[in-house]
């Protein structure tokens, strides 16, 4: 239950508010609309700028308010990062959605984040002060502070692919797979647990199957078998690469 509403018009007013016990960011509303009896303040994040898309070099600096909506029509977001954002969720829920929130709020069932581990995304933090950690990082710590901008490469060849019970549903399992120039291969798999999984970041794609598959040798649960998910996982692996 939001007792009390803040909407600041700097960052610095906004931390200052987000200090303060029981105060959470507002970005989309779509979690913060759900019912709950909790008192809570929220702070208002619309006037602070963050809603941003741009292109710097070989990045795609994402505004930590920038609805995933505004992402997917963006001419700069890669088709294969289109796929996972409509699956992410249906379009009245994109429109407001932001994607700072929809990581906070993210499980191993989220397209999105796959997504953003397989890019190797970074996350900009500032609490006092500001901070770059990997999405990676992130997603396993969950450091204090407010999320501004979430960078994804673009020099990269990135690809996804996914499986699940109907169009409209979240995916059993999913596999991304981002390559850089250099042969760097990075595959992160989801549809699982409480986080999606870095299955493998090596020099090369030699492996990626037999990653994908060691990866899911536990995942057991009401939706799907372990040995389902990893035969799965190693052919979406293989066309992931092609």
């Known amino acids: 239950m939001i007792t009390t509403y803040h909407r600041p018009s700097t960052l610095d007013e906004a931390l200052a508010l987000l200090s303060q016990p029981n105060t959470v960011p507002l970005g989309g ?11 809570v303040s929220v702070v208002d994040l619309q006037r602070l700028g963050l809603d941003s898309l741009r292109v710097n070099g070989n990045e795609l600096q994402i505004g930590a308010t920038c609805t995933l909506q505004a992402l997917l029509e963006a001419a700069e977001c ?5 796929t996972a954002i409509k699956l992410e969720a249906p379009i009245n ?7 700072a929130g929809t990581l906070v709020s993210s499980d191993g069932r989220s397209t999105f984040a796959t997504a953003l581990l397989s890019l ?11 901070s770059v950690v990997s999405v990676g990082e992130y997603i396993l710590t969950h450091p204090r502070g407010l999320i501004t901008a979430i960078t994804i490469p673009t020099n990269t060849k990135f690809a996804f692919e996914f499986v699940s019970k ?6 059993l399992i999913c596999a991304a797979v981002t390559q850089w120039n250099s042969g760097r291969t990075r595959l992160a798999l989801g549809g699982y647990g409480t ?6 970041d090596g020099t090369e794609a030699d492996g990626l199957d037999t990653a994908a598959r060691n990866a899911y040798h536990e995942a057991n649960d009401e939706w799907a078998s372990a040995e389902y998910r990893m035969d799965v996982a190693a052919t979406l692996a293989k066309r992931c690469l092609e």
């Open 93 to 99: 829920i994109r429109n407001s959605a932001t994607v």
């Open 29 to 39: 509303g779509t979690l913060l609309s759900q019912p709950t009896t909790d008192p």
């Open 78 to 82: 890669p088709e294969a990062l289109q």
């Open 195 to 200: 986080s999606p999984m870095l299955a493998m």
């Open 166 to 171: 109907t169009p409209a549903d979240k995916p």
């Open 120 to 130: 190797d995304a970074k996350i900009t933090v500032v609490s006092g002060q500001s």
